[in-house]
């Protein structure tokens, strides 16, 4: 068993509950009736704590009623509304009854066999596989920045030539949670990666996954060193942020960040940017990509969020704003956001992208 699964479950005569997959998170578990559990959702350390409780979890059920787990969640309040899936089927909507204080909440999951999560699970195997497909289309060759706590690698691809001087940056998965962001980071990348040709003298450096043992602990924010990992951007006390800085470190000064975006979750579609410390380029590079596109996509809506740096946060925005000296954004998706209006709406950004970053040596 890998580390990080844990094969601790829960059974009756006719249910077994599972926490044995990559993603899923290592509750707490009571019986209280032969159909009906209790799971208590806890964070992966003592608060405070961002409150994004996930929860992931398989089971199996003989007969026909239905069975009864009631979520209680410790340090957080009901936030993700359950998502079902069948063994390799899609995932769809499950309703829950959430109490009045969101402090618990009631699935009524069907007799047989499925997986209940707060999200979508992605885990690196679908990073992988996105990684895989991304060098199919582009021929670029897959590569490792570091490890993580637990020695799982940093993935990345670099799009474009090595040489190129204008190098864009793009993070993913800092909270594991936080799927809805890693949808659309890896629609935008399909759609960076189908023109690769057409980069010209622009790279983009992509790391989809850079908290792969959070994502696979089902962790609430932090990685395996209870760090928030978009804090720690500044201090660089752990491994997998500091991956990152060594590669940048390494890069021939003839190569010099232009861009950087990082993909997160949040209550609803948004971007934060810099405010009024953005020079003249960087607003009119904002004016150029994201100005007027708000509404574009039918389903998709978002907002543009200027915040100044506020010195100190570690936040990745705030790192490579101050070292850079360029546009650096967090790009937020809605938890729940419409999947298939995030993506069209990430392709279209990508789309836009090229021609936006020449408005900043215009
Ligand atoms: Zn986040």
């Not at 993700?80 to 899936?85: L, M, N, R």
């Not at 708000?294 to 998709?300: L, T």
């Amino acid at each position: 068993m890998p580390a990080g699964v844990t094969g601790t479950d829960c059974r009756t005569a006719s249910v077994n509950l599972y926490f044995d997959f990559e993603g899923a998170a290592p509750s707490a578990c009571a019986v209280t009736g032969e159909r009906a559990f209790t799971l208590l959702v806890t964070p992966e350390h003592a608060p405070p704590i961002n409150p994004s409780p996930w929860y992931a979890f398989r089971y199996e059920a003989s007969g026909d009623a239905p069975v009864s787990v009631t979520l209680r969640y410790l340090g957080g309040k009901h936030r993700y509304a359950p998502k079902i899936a069948v063994p390799g089927g899609e995932w769809r909507d499950l309703r829950a009854e959430t109490a009045p204080d969101g402090s618990s909440a009631v699935l009524r999951l069907p007799a047989g066999d499925g997986i209940v999560a707060a999200q979508e699970v992605i885990v690196p195997d679908d990073a992988r596989a996105d990684l895989a497909r991304w060098s199919a289309a582009s021929g670029a060759p897959v590569f490792t920045l570091g490890q993580s706590h637990d020695g799982r690698p940093i993935k990345a691809i670099r799009l474009g030539r090595a040489d190129a001087p204008r190098l864009v940056i793009l993070l993913g998965r800092q909270h594991p949670p936080e799927v809805t962001g890693a949808i659309a980071m890896t629609a935008f990348v399909d759609a960076l990666a189908r023109r690769a040709d057409t980069l010209g003298d622009v790279q983009v450096l992509v790391v989809p996954m850079l908290n792969p043992d959070g994502v696979v602990r089902g962790h609430w924010r932090a990685n395996r060193g209870a760090i928030d990992l978009n804090r720690d951007w500044g201090d660089f006390t752990q491994p997998e942020t500091r991956a990152v800085k060594t590669w940048l470190d390494a890069l021939p000064t003839a190569v010099r960040p232009v861009l950087m975006v990082d993909f997160h979750s949040t209550a609803r579609n948004l971007f934060y940017v810099q405010g009024d410390e953005a020079t003249p380029a960087q607003k009119r590079f904002l004016a150029a990509w994201l100005e007027g596109r708000e509404d574009a996509v039918p389903g998709y809506n978002f907002t543009i969020e200027p915040r100044n740096a506020n010195p100190g946060s570690g936040t990745a925005k705030n790192w490579f704003y101050a070292r850079y000296a360029i546009p650096a954004y967090t790009y937020e998706v809605g938890d729940t956001a419409d999947r298939a209006a995030t993506r069209t709406m990430a392709e279209m950004l990508a789309g836009t992208l090229l021609p936006a970053l020449d408005s900043l040596t215009d």
